[in-house]
């Protein structure tokens, strides 16, 4: 049986938990305790307290000795910034068209994605790739599929001036961010001096991206003693993925996005993308077909799968990988249980609300969308 969610605590849970905390509350009052009671009733006071608050006892504090690890809360240390950037990341007018902002194609109530095979940028083109969720995005080694971006801030330049997706140019946006008072004002607050430019853009919704992780899964939770977070059939699914070889790639926090892997180890892998991958960066010929290896966190929300988003359904990225990357043909029974581990990766989604963007003025440049 599959118990809720260690970040949803169930309501019946929290009033039994909080019932008994005013219930020892006022035996406190009325009882003279000895020191043996005195111990007691302090470690339930702290077990309760935190059933009421987390909706489950802790289990223990041991870390579980694998090789992933539990994806940690973030540490926001300048959230003018942070909400700078989030002003920036839902503002469409950075684009070409005023219609298509970075959440067009990472969008936050979708599991960071868009859940199409290829993005649709200016014009409704067609993008040439899958676009990788921004969730927990800054632990990759690098950014987009090629790793052709070292990090969230060199990332965040990229769609602006691509005419295939924002088709902006840097120039045009910093001047259409000067043109609104309220977004020269804030700029000037966050980063003490005058002026806008696209170093100071990307900084700053490279900072909110850092801030979009998901720890608080139930395998977490397992990972860090909790012998009840997952059911049988779903610890019977990590042992078949550490058991079959996935976490020689799929590892670390991320399950993943650590490495650069070829597409295609024991079969070929024939694309429907025309990426070439890490070669169109190095220049390498023996880089082709390799990219870099997709985070599996909240991959139950990250549909569809791999880099041409070929692969529809979980079921379907499960039965082609361990076929093309590890030679096995799993049976459904192990597919399934597989499947059902991969759901457990799903962490508590970050809870954003949408700015108030600042009003163009009468200088701001109108969006040309049919150009």
């Known amino acids: 049986m599959i118990r809720p969610r260690a970040s949803m605590p169930g309501l019946s849970g929290m009033r039994v938990a909080a019932g008994a905390l005013m219930n020892l509350k006022k035996l406190k009052k009325h009882i003279t305790m000895n020191a043996t009671s005195r111990l007691f009733a302090a470690a339930a006071f702290s077990v309760l307290a935190a059933c009421s608050e987390g909706g489950q006892t802790p289990r223990s504090s041991s870390l579980r000795s694998e090789p992933v690890a539990p ?22 007018r950075l684009s070409k068209s005023g219609f298509i902002s970075c959440n067009s194609c990472h969008n ?118 909790d012998d009840r977070a997952l059911s049988a059939e779903e610890l019977e699914g990590y042992q078949l993925f550490k058991s079959s070889g996935c976490t020689a790639c799929h590892n670390g926090p991320l399950f993943g996005g650590n490495s ?34 997709p985070t599996l966190r909240n991959v139950e929300l990250t549909y569809p799968y791999f880099h041409d988003g070929e692969a529809e359904t979980l079921t379907e990225a499960v039965e082609v990988m361990g076929r093309i990357q590890l030679g096995r043909t799993y049976s459904e029974s192990d597919n399934r249980k597989i499947v059902a581990f991969l759901k457990t990766l799903t962490g508590k989604q970050p809870e954003i609300m949408l700015p108030l963007l600042p009003p163009s003025s009468d200088s701001t440049p109108r969006p040309t969308p049919f150009e």
């Open 71 to 92: 994806v940690a809360a973030a540490r926001v240390d300048d959230p003018e910034l942070v909400e700078l950037g989030r002003k920036l990341y839902f503002d469409p």
């Open 108 to 225: 936050l109530s979708m599991g960071g994605s868009d859940n199409l095979k290829s993005s649709i940028g200016h014009n409704w083109s067609k993008g040439p790739i899958n676009a990788p969720t921004v969730l927990n995005s800054s632990m990759n080694l690098a950014q987009f599929w090629d790793g052709r971006a070292k990090d969230l801030q060199e990332q965040a330049g990229g769609p602006i001036a691509n005419p295939g997706e924002m088709a902006f140019t840097h120039k045009l946006a910093v001047d259409m961010l000067l043109s609104i008072p309220a977004y020269v004002d804030e700029f000037r607050e966050v980063f003490g001096a005058e002026g806008i430019d696209i170093k100071k853009v990307t900084k700053a919704i490279a900072a909110f991206e850092e801030t979009l992780v998901t720890p608080g899964s139930r395998f977490d939770f397992w990972l860090k003693g």
């Open 260 to 293: 650069y892997q070829k597409m295609g180890v024991i079969e070929p892998y024939s694309a429907k993308s025309p990426a070439e991958g890490r070669s169109a960066v190095t220049g390498r010929d023996a880089d082709r077909f390799n990219f870099k290896v």
